[in-house]
Nanobody
Framework: QVQLVESGGGLVQAGDSLRLSCAAS????????MGWFRQAPGKEREFIVA????????LYADSVKGRFAISRDNAKNRVYLQMNSLKPEDTADYYC???????????????????WGQGTQVTVSL
């Protein structure tokens, strides 16, 4: 059983940056691909980015490519999401998730992720 706890959300202005962190416990962190998803009010949960077990592979949604960056520190059991040039449309609850995978697979579908954090809210104002 893996527990995930996100932190780092908040209220920022358009153009600002935020760094989200997700701390994992209760499992072998390096066995999991990690992903970030978000859900805006009234919308479905959306894939943002994922990273392979070793950190060598990443996949980004077009909506955040070039602005967001994912990284992980397997020694600290943490995954990070650096968000730059934030836009009002980035406003959402952000969730990290863990997917048990083999090799360097990088899942992009929510159903492939077994464990989820409780989410952290990000609000971007004009």
């Amino acid at each position: 059983q893996v527990q995930l706890v996100e932190s780092g959300g908040g209220l920022v202005q358009a153009g600002d940056s935020l760094r989200l962190s997700c701390a994992a416990s209760g499992g072998t962190f390096s066995s999991y691909a990690m992903g970030w998803f978000r859900q805006a009010p009234g919308k479905e949960r959306e894939f943002i980015v994922a990273i392979s077990r070793s950190g060598g592979r990443t996949l980004y949604a077009d909506s955040v490519k070039g602005r967001f960056a994912i990284s992980r520190d397997n020694a600290k059991n943490r995954v990070y999401l650096q968000m730059n040039s934030l836009k009002p449309e980035d406003t959402a609850d952000y969730y990290c998730a863990a997917a048990p995978v083999v090799y360097s697979l990088v899942p992009i579908e929510a159903k492939q992720y077994y464990y989820w954090g409780q989410g952290t809210q990000v609000t971007v104002s004009l």
